[in-house]
């Protein structure tokens, strides 16, 4: 494994059965992991607001020995009140670890040339990989005897649906996904992920029905249509994304009691209805739930990589 999580790209399959069993016994035996951190310091560095993402980081990692230091958007203001190579090389002499949360991927990767210790994404505008293994690791837990159900993603394009489908190439699982024309998920990363998933067995299918995507579906995944920084597109956007609602007339089309995802913050009435979200299939807040719990294995085995 790198010494960073910027990108799914950044892990292997052995890395990922490393981090779902570290995340299994951290869940279940939190107390056994209270001091696995203790002492160290880590920078949470948001450009963007949040709360899952917060939280779960600085819970994880105080429950784990450590102390963390928010830095929001008015307090450092990446590339612009000071160069990112610049604060990244002063932070790294006062921390263990960054967690950021930026606009622009490229921040992330400039940021990690220069910060010699661990760099996690914590969300970009092009990928959010803490997201897909929860989101990955909940699946395991709901279908323990399955090791490959189908899951549907229905909706946009975005960071979520960049890194659910390498996470799905790399383990070799089935996703369908269906988006609007022209809001896809990243061809570069498509491409990729279809020539890894000949090697893995994987099954990667785009659609622009939402029907054909949930089609026999095990989950039915949706996200935001209108992502922050995206707000002068709404608009355009909620046209384009009208026939994209997970609701239960979708849900028909999926397996009977398939369950229901998201990653939140959810806009009911727009990209899934409130009674979907909220019927007994949901599984949104096991997946928040578990943002914790992978997080805090991703930390244990980055810092373990560092020392080695």
């Keep these: 494994m790198n010494r960073h999580l910027i990108s799914i ?9 490393k981090i779902f ?3 299994k016994d951290v869940k279940h035996h939190p107390a056994g992991y209270r001091s696995m951190l203790q002492g160290r310091m880590f920078a949470l560095v948001f450009e963007k607001p949040s709360t899952r993402t917060w939280v779960s980081f600085e819970s994880g990692i105080y429950g784990l020995g450590g102390g963390t230091i928010y830095l929001g958007p008015q307090d450092i203001k990446l ?13 790294e002499r006062y921390l263990e670890g960054v967690v950021l949360r930026t606009f622009e991927h490229k921040t992330i990767e400039e940021f990690a040339k220069y910060f010699k210790k661990p760099v996690i994404n914590g969300l970009s505008d092009f990928e959010h990989p803490c997201q897909a293994l929860a989101d990955y690791f909940t699946l395991c837990e709901k279908f323990p005897d399955d090791s490959n159900p189908k899951i549907a993603y229905i909706g946009d394009g975005n960071n979520v649906l960049n890194s659910l489908i390498r996470l799905a190439a790399l383990l070799g699982t089935r996703l369908h996904f269906a988006t609007p024309k022209n809001h896809g998920p990243s061809k570069a990363v498509m491409n990729e992920a279809l020539e890894l998933a000949e090697k893995t067995g994987g099954q990667i299918k785009a659609w622009q029905d939402p029907v054909k995507a949930v089609q026999g579906a095990d989950a039915v995944y949706t996200d935001v249509w209108v992502s922050m ?10 046209s384009a994304f009208k026939n994209m609602q997970v609701n239960r007339k979708l849900m028909k089309h ?4 398939a369950m229901v995802m998201h990653c939140l913050p959810a806009h009911r009435g727009e990209e899934i209805t409130n009674d979907v979200l909220e019927g007994k299939n949901s599984v949104v807040f096991d997946q928040a739930e578990n943002r ?7 930390l244990l085995h980055l810092m373990n990589r560092d020392n080695d």
């Design 292 to 298: 914790l719990h992978v997080q805090k294995a991703v």
């Design 79 to 91: 590339g612009v009140r000071e160069e990112v190579r610049d604060v990244a090389r002063v932070l």
């Design 254 to 257: 999926a397996k009977k009691n």
């Design 21 to 23: 069993d570290l995340a």
């Design 229 to 238: 920084g995206q707000e002068k597109k709404r608009k355009d956007k909620m």
């Design 9 to 17: 790209n950044d892990l292997t399959f052995e890395d990922v059965e």
